[in-house]
């Protein structure tokens, strides 16, 4: 068994985890949140058959989006003569469609 982990946009969410119920497949939703733009995502979980990895990464890959997204990146110049300079300039980064772990399962019980 093998345990899926994709961390996707929020927007996706719902469309990923609608299309992998409709496939069968078991998912656990968490809120959860970048480190770069600290901003929030969604972490799924699906434990799945090593046999239906394939099929679990293809429904991810079709219903996920990347994004372009502009954040303010700071900087402080504190070696200016009177005192710090403060310049803030826009960064583009590209977010997603979705980043995935595909992780070994030691043991599964549901009691
Ligand atoms: P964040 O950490 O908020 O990162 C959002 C996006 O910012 C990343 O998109 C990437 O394009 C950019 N980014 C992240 N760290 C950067 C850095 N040090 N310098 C420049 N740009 C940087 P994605 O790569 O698509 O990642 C989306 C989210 O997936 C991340 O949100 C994070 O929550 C998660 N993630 C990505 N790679 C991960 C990893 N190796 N381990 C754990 N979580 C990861």
């Known amino acids: 068994m093998k345990l ?19 496939n069968g497949f078991m998912v656990t939703k968490m809120c959860s949140s970048g480190g770069f733009l600290k901003s929030g995502n969604t972490t799924l979980l699906v434990g799945v058959d090593e046999s239906r990895v394939d099929q679990v990464l293809q429904i991810i890959e079709s219903k996920s989006r990347s994004r372009k997204q502009i954040i303010d990146s700071s900087v402080t110049n504190s070696s200016a003569i009177g005192g710090g300079v403060y310049m803030s300039y826009p960064v583009e980064v590209t977010v997603g469609g979705a980043t995935v772990f595909v992780l070994d399962v030691e043991r599964f019980q549901k009691y």
Do not use: C, T, Y
């Open 4 to 22: 899926v982990l994709a961390i996707v946009h929020d927007d996706d969410a719902p469309r990923v985890m609608d299309e992998l119920n409709k």
